[in-house]
């Protein structure tokens, strides 16, 4: 397919389109001069915080660089599992038993809450609890995720389930992987229509929504009753409360927690139209599917059964998508030959936020809420802390106790020596990954 005919639009958009720039243009929109909750980043993270509020009687304001949604909320893989990267046995040589066993338990509320949200809503998002195949793709990586599931607290049962290698033709037609685990709580969504269905409900509950108004800095910490004064190339606004939700986009106007998180590409194409009964075959479950190395591939059906959404990272520095896309389809098609004829129509990326700890964090820097750092995983988590963020700043402004306090508020939002928010150590992290998947050391 040529650079013309590719589109480097989230293939996610075809069915919910973002506002453009001249849109936002036309209909100016003039900034209240004082609010209650002032939100940076309409993504899952702000958007439930600002419900919260909003719903809570607090005025509030919604406030993106881009259109509302254009960050990794509309361009993420749909996938939502109920996992942290750090296991329970690191966790408690890092802190104590107790936190390490609330953080799991947090992350495994992360999924059914989300499920109950959407469903208490009725939110119109192609919500499944469709289960995930985790590919192993060496023998070594299948014994470890034996070893890994048969160590599993009782607390902590997933219900997986060992696939070995004859048996993952269940999920995927293909013997470039060596087995792995089937976990059947896992899920998936339309992250674009769950973005669309979130933004109703924030301004059905009276929340004001701007795209294309970047924050240019922020003054004052909130202390005393005083109020921090946030600049904007349409004016500056009195916030009695700021959430910073802005993940993987995170800005100098934010430089604490630009130092803080590690912002990180992730790539990923749409196939044309495939004839539903190959791609049955390719792909018998509706499963959505990932796999063991750590630089990872994660990919699915679409919902309607025509085509193949699949992500990852084919390079270590950051590339063009129009790069990516040839790179991307050769590992689908070295899964999957019976592809290889198919051509890709979309080619997008967006920016995730890993942390130096590999862990989501919640909390206050300077009188401004935050939360992010969700390491690859933010449908669930970034929903989830997202509504714990708006119960949060609502007890700040009523001078209440905090009754949704999170247990990722209690670990150190950790940097490093000289790092700013430029991750000039990300190329050969890569790379040096790529090794270790290649020849499993």
């Known amino acids: ?51 919260v509020a909003a719903r809570a009687g607090k005025s509030v304001l919604v406030l993106d660089a881009q259109a509302l949604g254009f960050g990794c909320s509309s361009r993420n893989g749909g996938q939502i599992s109920r996992s942290v990267k750090p296991s329970l046995e690191i966790l408690t040589k890092r802190h104590t038993k107790d936190l390490a066993l609330r953080i799991h338990r947090e992350a495994q509320s992360s999924l059914n809450w989300i499920d109950s949200f959407i469903n208490e809503e009725n939110l119109d998002c192609d919500f499944s609890r469709c289960g ?34 004859p048996e993952q033709h269940r999920y995927i037609e293909t013997d470039a992987y060596a087995g792995g685990a089937f976990y059947p709580e896992h899920a998936s969504l339309h992250p674009a229509k769950y973005h669309q269905q979130l933004l109703a409900l924030v301004k059905d509950a009276g929340g004001l929504t701007l795209g294309y108004c970047r924050v240019l800095n922020i003054e004052g910490d909130g202390n005393s009753g005083s109020a921090h004064q946030v600049s904007t190339p349409l004016g500056t606004v009195s916030a009695a409360q700021v959430v910073i939700a802005t993940n993987g986009y995170t800005d100098k106007s934010s430089p604490w927690l630009q130092s803080r998180v590690i912002p990180i590409g992730s790539y990923m194409i749409a196939t044309q139209e495939i004839d539903p009964a190959l791609l049955s075959k390719l792909l018998p479950s509706q499963c959505i599917i990932s796999d063991s190395r750590k630089v ?40 999957l030959p019976a592809l290889s004829g198919v051509k890709v129509s979309h080619s997008w990326s967006g920016t995730v936020a890993y942390t130096f700890d590999e862990l989501p964090h919640i909390g206050q820097h300077q009188g401004r809420h935050y939360a992010m750092g969700y390491c690859g995983s933010g449908i669930g988590m ?35 020596p000289l790092y700013n928010g430029n991750p000039w150590f990300l190329a050969p992290s890569v790379a040096y990954y790529r090794l270790r998947d290649k020849f499993n050391f």
Do not use: C
């Not at 040529?2 to 069915?15: A, G, I, N």
């Not at 192993?136 to 048969?150: D, F, V």
């Not at 963020?389 to 950790?414: C, M, R, Y």
């Open 1 to 51: 397919m040529s650079d013309q005919q590719l589109s480097t639009d989230p293939w996610w958009w075809m069915d919910v389109p973002r506002e453009t720039f001249t849109q936002g243009i036309e209909q100016p929109v003039e900034l209240p001069t004082s609010i209650d909750v002032l939100v940076v980043g309409s993504g899952y993270t702000g958007l439930n915080a600002a419900l």
């Open 296 to 335: 990872v591939y994660y990919y699915r059906k679409s919902a309607n059964g025509k085509r193949v959404i699949f992500g990852g990272r084919v390079s270590s520095a950051e590339i063009d998508p129009r790069q990516s896309a040839p790179l991307l389809k050769a590992e689908l098609d070295r899964l």
């Open 382 to 416: 970034a929903s989830y802390l997202g509504m714990k963020l708006g119960h949060q700043v609502v007890a700040s402004i009523d001078n209440s106790p905090n009754q949704q306090p999170s247990a990722f508020s209690e670990t150190k939002f950790q940097t490093r």
């Open 132 to 165: 995930r195949f985790h590919a192993a793709h060496n023998s070594s990586a299948l014994e470890r995720l034996k070893r890994a599931i048969a160590a599993q607290q009782t607390e902590f049962k997933t219900g997986a389930q060992i696939i070995d290698r």
